[in-house]
């Protein structure tokens, strides 16, 4: 068990350090260490999975990171239900998706390569870092290694300024959510003595519930940056502007998960903390909805996707707020399958179409790419709930799981999302693989992708067709498996299998209703979208410009920030007052001097002038006093 | 018992003025350099009239050092004026003006 543990979390290390050290010897064969070093890293987390079905747990520290008196750290894994799953998705999606780079990246020079592939194994040794540890610090420094990673892979085309602004946002948004992160984690740590999760979650009834709902909005804060909800979601459709793979492993694998996980995690805290759950449920239910409302009109092949990964997010934190937590990391399970599927069919298109995006220009690709195409519709059936595709499965669950739990409110948010999901997803498929090609030039150069490319997106296809059946399961399914860890005892099912029944065909007939809506629109042109936006030009203008959101924060947080930093710090303060102390003494000096030595004549009857003068006086000065 | 001492004192104050008057008006180093000598010579006087006064030889021996280092600064000084009118062709002070600010 540990050793497999170990192999799987430190496997992608070593595969990065290798290209890391010898980037000049790996160069364009840097997938021959990356691309294994993974797989094997998916065989030890399968192996691991398959242990802790056997009812194995494992709760051990490798080494002491920090004994400071009573501070003390170690590097250690837990390993249960929750990390099994995470750690098993995480490393499978990952796998393909490197296998997948290798073809997606073939034109990149032979250091870039190279240096690609030790970023990508970092960010996934990050990540599995992040899912595996148990303790709060060690799950910190995969936190904020997956930061770190996704800012050098979002940026990797850094000589594009728009590459390079999109992963510094990446970062610097994502570390304002860590702030409050952190201050959690010293609050943990203040108030609950320790840092591990074993120590933490047994006693978490000893604080006062105000208190614990503090720690937890802290810890949601951090998520929020993490997990791109609203209002931190801002970077997460910049960071379009990374290689395509990355896209895809960020949304799907690694990074965004990262902050459903960890509220999973803490589900013994935020089952004391009911106001914050409500928080978390809220937020991600209104971020569902606005996500998807900006995913219905834009016409980048990537930017719908990103947004509709924010909406999905979403419904995950609706998952875990409304404290059906297994449901929410099963929806993460599922949405790892199909979102890593669309972005890498996503990267497919642009990749023959030498990096085209705009849905505008393309249509009937599916003739010329039916593996690319036909892909693309399993992952989007999966996403719109059709069943008996994975998104289904899980997206119900989270559903049913937010009405009965007492939130009808956010049952309608998501269910009216899921209609709308299923719109924008299929808006994409028709003017993308279907109807007639709107640019002859872009329809001649298309092709289908070589087999590298394509049998991650069929493996994956399979995985989002498939994996919803783990709900089937005996005892539960994979709900159920997850439940030993995450400890919710309702089954909802029992409750009212009546209404259970009703809501799902509620949520089914959305789904078929925006897939219909947007054949209609897209295909028939009934009604014909471009006269729809004419007619509700104003709505169709707040969305096609995402509510101005990044426009407010230009002009109410950065442009005050830079403003303020550059007139008043830097141009009053530094500029004005310190340079101009020093300076103005320098001058002073100066001037003084310059007064000063017109004494200095040079001419010998004058000094004696002041010799005599000076005699006289120093002499009476006697005298006087 | 001759004259008293007032008339030497006047006497060497006004030598001592003349001198100072000189050196300060005076344009040409050599004749600033003789009014400098009758500066040292009206002290001089004073020494010698004062030591009289006050029977004491202490203001007569000072007089004999004032003469030595008068000397010697008549051999620097004549050097330093020679040296001065080969560099600048001239013995005017105004010339020498390189110390300016």
């Not at chain 1, 030790?118 to 995969?142: D, E, K, P, R």
């Not at chain 1, 803490?266 to 937020?283: D, K, Q, R």
């Not at chain 1, 997206?395 to 709308?420: M, R």
Request: hydrophobic share 55%.
């Amino acid at each position: 068990m540990k050793l497999w543990v170990l192999g799987a979390v430190f496997i992608p290390l070593l595969g990065a350090a290798v290209n890391g050290i010898f980037l000049w010897i790996t160069k364009k064969k840097a997938h021959l260490i990356a691309v294994p070093a993974l797989f094997a890293s998916c065989i030890c987390s399968l192996v691991v999975l398959s242990k802790v079905l056997g009812g194995a747990h494992a709760d051990f520290d490798l080494y002491l990171w920090i004994p400071v008196g009573k501070f003390v750290v170690p590097v250690g894994f837990l390993i249960d239900e929750l990390s099994a799953v995470m750690l098993a998705t995480v490393s499978f999606v990952a796998a393909w998706i490197h296998l997948y780079s290798i073809g997606y990246m073939e034109h990149e020079t032979p250091r870039g390569y190279a240096k690609y592939f030790c970023w990508l194994n970092l960010f996934t040794f990050f990540m599995l870092l992040l899912v595996s540890a148990n303790n709060f610090l060690l799950m910190f420094v995969g936190w904020e290694g997956v930061g770190l990673c996704s800012y050098l892979l979002i940026g990797y085309w850094y000589e594009k300024a728009s590459a390079a602004n999109a992963g510094m946002k990446a970062f610097v948004t994502t570390r304002l959510g860590d702030l409050g992160f952190m201050i959690g984690l010293f609050a943990i740590y203040k108030y609950y003595g320790s840092l591990m999760f074993a120590n933490v979650f047994s006693h978490a009834s000893i604080l006062s519930s105000s208190l614990i709902t503090v720690i937890t909005l802290l810890l949601f804060v951090g998520a929020v940056g993490k997990s791109a909800q609203f209002p931190l979601y801002v970077w997460l459709p910049d960071a379009m502007e990374g290689p395509t793979p990355v896209s895809s492993l960020i949304h799907a694998a690694t990074m965004v998960t990262a902050g459903v996980y960890m509220v999973a995690r803490c589900h013994a805290l935020y089952n004391l903390a009911p106001f914050s759950a409500e928080i978390v449920a809220s937020i991600g239910a209104f971020t569902a909805l606005f996500a998807a409302t900006i995913a219905l009109v834009n016409n980048d092949l990537k930017r719908v996707l990103a947004y509709s990964t924010i909406s999905q997010l979403g419904y995950m934190f609706i998952g875990v707020g409304v404290g059906v937590y297994a449901a929410g990391i099963f929806h993460l399970f599922t949405h790892a399958f199909f979102k890593g599927l669309m972005f890498l069919t996503a990267g497919s298109v642009m990749h023959v179409l030498h990096g085209e995006l705009n849905m505008q220009k393309m249509g009937g690709l599916i003739k010329k790419m039916p593996i690319t195409g036909w892909t693309f519709v399993v992952g989007a059936l999966a996403i719109s709930g059709i069943p008996p595709f994975s998104g289904f499965w899980s997206k119900d669950e989270i559903l049913a799981g937010a009405f009965f739990h007492g939130h009808p409110v956010v049952w309608i948010v998501g269910t009216f999302t899921a209609f709308l999901t299923a719109f924008y997803m299929f808006r994409l498929i028709f003017l993308t693989f279907f109807g007639k090609p709107r640019d002859a030039h872009l329809y001649e150069m298309a092709h289908e992708s070589p087999p590298v490319m394509t049998i991650p997106l069929i493996v994956l296809a399979i995985g989002s067709a498939l994996a919803g059946f783990f709900a089937l399961g005996p005892h539960g399914g994979i709900v159920g498996f997850l439940n030993k860890t995450l400890g919710e005892t309702v089954a909802h099912g029992k409750e009212a299998a009546g209404v259970g029944h009703l809501l799902l065909i509620i949520s089914v007939a959305m789904g078929v209703l925006g897939i219909a809506l947007a054949y209609s629109m897209y295909i028939r042109r009934v009604p014909d979208p471009v006269v729809m936006a004419r007619t509700l030009r104003p709505i169709y203008t707040l969305l096609y410009n995402k509510y101005y959101v990044d426009e407010v924060y230009f002009a109410f947080i950065i442009n005050p920030l830079v403003g303020g930093s550059r007139y008043v710090l830097w141009k009053f303060m530094d500029v004005a007052i310190i340079d101009g102390v020093v300076n103005g003494i320098g001058r002073l000096c100066r001037l003084v001097g310059s007064g000063v030595r017109q004494f200095q004549t040079g001419y010998i009857p004058d000094y004696v002038w002041m010799i005599l003068v000076g005699a006289v006086v120093i002499y009476w000065i006697g005298i006087l006093f | 018992m001759g004259i008293g001492v007032f008339p030497y004192i006047v006497l060497s104050v006004l030598v001592f003025l003349l001198g100072a008057l000189g050196l300060m008006i005076r344009r040409n180093a050599i004749v600033m350099f003789l009014c400098l000598e009758l500066m040292l010579n009206g002290v001089n006087i004073m020494f010698v009239a004062l030591s009289r006064r006050m029977c004491s030889a202490e203001g007569q021996v000072i007089v004999l050092f004032v003469m030595a280092v008068a000397a010697a600064e008549a051999a620097i000084g004549m050097a330093v004026i020679t040296a001065f009118y080969r560099v600048r062709g001239g013995v005017d002070v105004d010339r020498a003006q390189l110390m300016k600010w």
